[in-house]
């Protein structure tokens, strides 16, 4: 594949509503993600996605957009945006620019010229069926909760809504509404901005009377056009989230020859602790062999043929360190093994914001703490299924999409340093131990640690372009991998456990980063301690072999011991 420069990048994600105040009026803001750009920079992430800033009545956070080209007044002015991008620039940062385009708010002008009769010109722009009996056209739901379809007393008929009520779909069989899609595309791009973050876009060719919501049979023309009608003439990235992509579906939208998106975000392994047939809300323990299994054949089915993205977080899931960390005694040292596992591999990573200094998920109790729309209609709906207000309270603490979205942590002062205001939502209790002017003081912190492994992707492409191979698939305790570029192989080895566990290598290799400060070298180490996560950089010959650049890949598993 081509080398392009969104592969050796680290994507920064920036929920602007709780990054940082910069005016006290408790909600973060334009200014305040431009007063942070030299922290990023200290980072050393080199892209920012920013979750939508659009003019929105904020039903759903911003994800319900009534403006496209103006910015939602508490997040600043337009004008404050292009401060950002030129100060972004300066410091050679890109911005991607969060893209909803499967739905709008039901304030957008388009909406409201739609819904006022039969024959207006904006009316095929959102999908409108005929209910039968006082009933909606099917049994299709919104992934919020309820019927997808939402009476409107105007003319008579339901419009589709796979989210809230007030974000109808898009209908994208239109061409004039993708043209006009297209052009608002173009003057993003025009204003300076380097790609975007496709919102559920694998929804876009839905057929509803068919009852297909995601990947329809005029996805990809639809991709294909969209690429050559804006961002494939650019050097952009672009990346869609889709959550129903298996890898098959994955080489479709990312093949480079096939000129549709750079990469996807697809969520099979975060799935992986929910019950069978279950929702998300149904809650099993992981277990580390389907983790491994989900992460490599999405390593080794888009090898030559697309390309991964890396993630753990984002504004939508829970915080890692608490889901499958240890965010009590251990909470930094594995904070530090799952980002030294994430970003050994091949793929763009990505870090939400707080990730990095190892922010947990929120200790609330009650559901009147858990504002997020979708969090209360879960709630609603759970108990009306017998479910108990302790098993749902306890499924909320664990999945709830607001446990990403209390304010960033910036220091033990009053709300965080978030805020000299009231905080539109309350910051974690933990904040006086767990903050960013503590990580930066703390030459051990979980920061860098990010710092370290993002600097590795800097300085050697073996992580970036190596080829991933898994060993010892089926062990519980340990995910043990290599990357291997030519001469050049690594092997990063990660205790994703408590338990300490002896392991042995025969093969010479000198320790790159570790989360312990003591790990010794490849041939030395005897045994992995809770948690511990170490990446070796490995001699490029094999003492029981005793040839030079020889790849013995395929022995490599028998020269590692373990007990």
């Known amino acids: 594949m081509e080398k392009k420069w969104w592969q050796s990048s680290v994507v920064y994600q920036i929920y602007p509503r709780s ?5 006290g009026d408790g909600m973060g803001d334009i200014p305040g993600i431009t007063g942070k750009i030299e922290y ?35 997040f600043g002015t337009m004008e404050d945006m292009k401060i950002l991008i030129q100060k972004c620039q300066d410091n050679d940062i890109k911005i991607i620019m969060d893209l909803v385009v499967n739905h709008t708010s039901d304030e957008h002008p388009w909406f409201i010229e739609a819904k006022k009769s039969l024959d207006n010109p904006y009316r095929d722009y959102y999908i409108w069926r005929k209910g039968e009996d006082g009933q909606p056209p099917n049994d299709l739901m919104s992934n919020f909760g309820g019927s997808a379809w939402e009476y409107s007393p105007e003319t008579d008929e339901y419009y589709l809504h796979f989210y809230s009520k007030k974000q109808p779909d898009l209908n994208w069989e239109n061409p004039k509404l993708r043209q006009k899609i297209y052009d608002m595309m173009n ?63 994955g080489r479709l939208y990312t093949d480079p020859a096939r000129k549709e998106l750079s990469m996807i975000f697809q969520f099979e392994q975060i799935q992986l602790d929910k019950k069978p047939g279950g929702q998300r809300w149904d809650l099993k323990p992981l277990y580390l062999p389907d983790l491994k299994c989900v992460f490599s054949k999405w390593q080794t089915e888009l090898e030559g043929h697309g390309w991964n993205s890396l993630f753990w977080n984002n504004h939508d899931l829970p915080r890692i360190v608490s889901r499958w960390g240890n965010d009590g005694d251990y909470r930094v040292l594995s904070a530090k093994m799952l980002a030294t596992l994430l970003h050994g591999m091949k793929g763009t990573p990505y870090i939400y914001q707080g990730e990095e200094i190892g ?27 017998g479910f108990t207000e302790e098993e749902t309270m306890y499924a909320i603490r664990a999945k709830a999409r607001d446990n990403a979205r209390t304010p960033m942590q910036w220091n033990a002062e009053k709300n965080a340093g978030f805020t000299e205001g009231t905080p539109w939502y309350r910051v974690n209790p933990n904040y006086k131990e767990i903050n960013v002017e503590q990580a930066l003081a703390d030459p051990e912190s979980v920061f860098y640690h990010y710092q370290k492994l993002i600097q590795l992707r800097k300085e050697h492409e073996v992580m970036v372009y190596g080829t991933y191979q898994l060993l010892f698939p089926e062990d519980e305790d340990l995910y043990i991998y290599t990357r291997t570029l030519e001469e050049e192989k690594w092997l990063i080895v990660c205790n994703f456990h408590e338990k300490t566990r002896k392991l042995q290598c025969k093969r010479a290799g000198q320790v790159m980063l570790s989360n312990y400060a003591d790990t010794p070298a490849a041939e030395k180490i005897t045994e992995l301690r809770p948690y511990e996560a170490v990446i070796y950089q490995m001699e490029s010959w094999d003492a029981n072999h005793g040839e030079r650049g020889r790849d013995h890949s395929s022995d490599f598993e028998a020269d590692i011991e373990l007990v």
């Open 19 to 23: 990054f940082a105040d910069s005016n």
């Open 187 to 249: 003057w993003w791009l025009d204003q300076g901005i380097a790609g975007f973050r496709m919102d559920v876009i694998d929804l876009i060719g839905k057929i509803p009377d068919q009852k297909i919501k995601e990947n329809g049979p005029m996805l990809h023309k639809y991709l294909q056009e969209m690429n050559e009608a804006t961002f494939g003439h650019r050097d952009s990235m672009t990346v869609g989230e889709c959550w129903g992509a298996t890898p098959e579906i």
């Open 40 to 74: 990023l920079k200290k980072l050393g992430v080199n892209v920012l996605w920013i979750c939508p800033i659009y003019q929105s009545p904020q039903d759903d956070n911003g994800y319900d957009i009534s403006d496209y080209r103006t910015v939602y007044p508490e």
């Open 359 to 385: 922010m947990t998920n929120v200790p609330f109790q009650t559901i009147d703490e858990f504002p997020d729309i979708e969090t209360q209609n879960i709630y609603q709906e759970r108990l009306k299924a």
